[in-house]
DNA sequence: GATTCCCTATCTACTGATAGGTAGATATAT
DNA sequence: ATATATCTACCTATCAGTAGATAGGGAATC
C-alpha cells in the first residue's frame, strides 16, 4: 500500500487557516504562534506540538497551498486553452477580491531573500509547478514562446494583486488582467 | 523663498542605506534599529535621534526611494514614447539584476495591509505616481486605454521580480519583461 | 471488571533573545 | 551657552521554543 498523506487534525488544520491568513496580509514575520494561539483559543505552547517550528509550520503552509490552488484548476484535457487561463485568473481574482488577501506566495516570494531555507524551496516550487501548468496551456495553444507566455501571466497576476491592494481599488486588478487571456494567445 | 527639503545628514543617509537594503530583501519586519546600529556601528539609541520611531523611519524610506525612483527618469518632453517604456523597464531591471533586491514598494504593497497607515500611504503615493507617469507616456503614443496599459506595464514589472527572484533565475525577468514596451505601445 | 500502560493533546510556567522606545549623561563644535 | 549628535543604561512587550505536569481515551493484561 502506498503512502497515504496523514489527514490532518481539526486542530492542525485551523492552525493553518489562521497563519495563512495572516501570512497573505502580512507576510512570514507578520504570523506569530502567540497570535494564531490566541485567536484559536488555545495556547501556543500547543502549536508546537503539531508544527515544532516556526519553520516547520511556514512549510506547511506552503505545501497546503500550491496543493489546494492546483488543485483547484480543472483538468487540462477537459478545456480548450483559452478556458483555462480564463479559469488561472479567476483563482487569482477569487483570491483577491472574495478574500481580500494577497497569494501566500506572491508575499513570501517578495520576501524570499530572508525566508528559511525549507520555506524558501517550498515557495519556488509553487512557481515552478504553476510555470509548468501554464507552459502547457499555451504550447496546446501553439504560442512559440510557451516559457515566456507562462513567465508573463503569472508576472501580471502577482503584481496585478500588489497594485490593486496598494492603490485599495480592485477594479483595478479587472482592468490589469481584463485581456490576459485573449492577449496571452493571440502573441 | 520656499521650503527648501532639509538635506539628510551623513548618518541618516547611512541609516536609510541600510534600512532600504533590509526592508528590500524582507520587508518592513526585516529590518530592525538594532541590525541597522550594529551595521553602521552606532548604537540603536542613536538612530531614534534621527528617526524617533520605526513608522517615521519607514515613511523616510519610501519617501527618499519614490522621489530617487522617478527622479532617474528622464524627461518626458526630451524623449519617444518606446524610449521612456524601455527607460522605465530599465530601472527595475538594475533594481533587481545589479543590486539583487526587490523594488521597495513592491515589498510594502504585498505587506500594506500589516503596514502603519503613514508607511502605507507613501507607498500608495508611489504607484500612483508612477501611474501617471506611465499614463502620460501611453496617452503620447495614442494609446486608447492608457490606464489600463499604465497598470498592466508596473504589474507585469513588480511580479516579474518576484517569479525571478523566486526561481533564482534573473534572465527569467528578462524573458518575461523583454517585449513589454513593444508589446505595450502596439496595443 | 478492574488495573496498568501508552498515546494524544493540551496545559502551566519558564527561558534567552530581541523588539521598539526612553531618560539622562556626555562630548563636541559653534 | 546652545545645538547637535552620540552614548550608557534601562524599560516593557513580544518572540520562538522547552520542560514537565495533567487529563482523557483506548487497548492489553490480570
Given at each position: 500500500?502506498?503512502?497515504?498523506?496523514?489527514?490532518?487534525?481539526?486542530?492542525?488544520?485551523?492552525?493553518?487557516?489562521?497563519?495563512?491568513?495572516?501570512?497573505?496580509?502580512?507576510?512570514?514575520?507578520?504570523?506569530?504562534?502567540?497570535?494564531?494561539?490566541?485567536?484559536i483559543?488555545?495556547?501556543?505552547?500547543?502549536?508546537?506540538?503539531?508544527?515544532?517550528?516556526?519553520?516547520?509550520?511556514?512549510?506547511?503552509?506552503?505545501?497546503?497551498?500550491?496543493?489546494?490552488?492546483?488543485?483547484?484548476?480543472?483538468?487540462?484535457?477537459?478545456?480548450?486553452?483559452?478556458?483555462?487561463?480564463?479559469?488561472?485568473?479567476?483563482?487569482?481574482?477569487?483570491?483577491?477580491i472574495?478574500?481580500?488577501?494577497?497569494?501566500?506566495?506572491g508575499?513570501?516570494?517578495?520576501?524570499?531573500?530572508?525566508?528559511?531555507?525549507?520555506?524558501?524551496?517550498?515557495?519556488?516550487?509553487?512557481?515552478?509547478?504553476?510555470?509548468?501548468?501554464?507552459?502547457?496551456?499555451?504550447?496546446?495553444?501553439?504560442?512559440?514562446?510557451?516559457?515566456?507566455?507562462?513567465?508573463?501571466?503569472?508576472?501580471?497576476?502577482?503584481?496585478?494583486?500588489?497594485?490593486?491592494?496598494?492603490?485599495?481599488?480592485?477594479?483595478?486588478?479587472?482592468?490589469?488582467t481584463?485581456?490576459?487571456?485573449?492577449?496571452?494567445?493571440?502573441?
Amino acid at each position: 500500500m502506498p503512502k497515504t498523506e496523514k489527514p490532518l487534525s481539526e486542530t492542525a488544520s485551523r492552525i493553518l487557516d489562521v497563519a495563512e491568513r495572516m501570512a497573505r496580509q502580512g507576510g512570514y514575520y507578520a504570523f506569530s504562534f502567540r497570535d494564531i494561539a490566541a485567536e484559536i483559543g488555545i495556547k501556543s505552547a500547543s502549536i508546537h506540538y503539531h508544527f515544532p517550528t516556526k519553520e516547520a509550520l511556514g512549510e506547511a503552509l506552503v505545501t497546503r497551498y500550491t496543493d489546494r490552488f492546483l488543485g483547484a484548476l480543472g483538468r487540462l484535457d477537459e478545456a480548450t486553452p483559452l478556458e483555462s487561463l480564463e479559469q488561472y485568473v479567476a483563482a487569482y481574482r477569487q483570491a483577491l477580491i472574495e478574500q481580500d488577501l494577497m497569494c501566500l506566495c506572491g508575499m513570501f516570494g517578495a520576501e524570499i531573500a530572508r525566508l528559511p531555507d525549507p520555506v524558501a524551496r517550498r515557495t519556488r516550487e509553487f512557481f515552478e509547478r504553476n510555470l509548468v501548468w501554464l507552459e502547457t496551456v499555451f504550447r496546446a495553444a501553439g504560442a512559440t514562446n510557451p516559457e515566456a507566455r507562462a513567465g508573463e501571466t503569472i508576472a501580471r497576476l502577482e503584481g496585478a494583486m500588489i497594485l490593486a491592494r496598494s492603490m485599495n481599488d480592485m477594479d483595478l486588478f479587472q482592468s490589469v488582467t481584463a485581456d490576459l487571456p485573449a492577449q496571452a494567445l493571440r502573441e
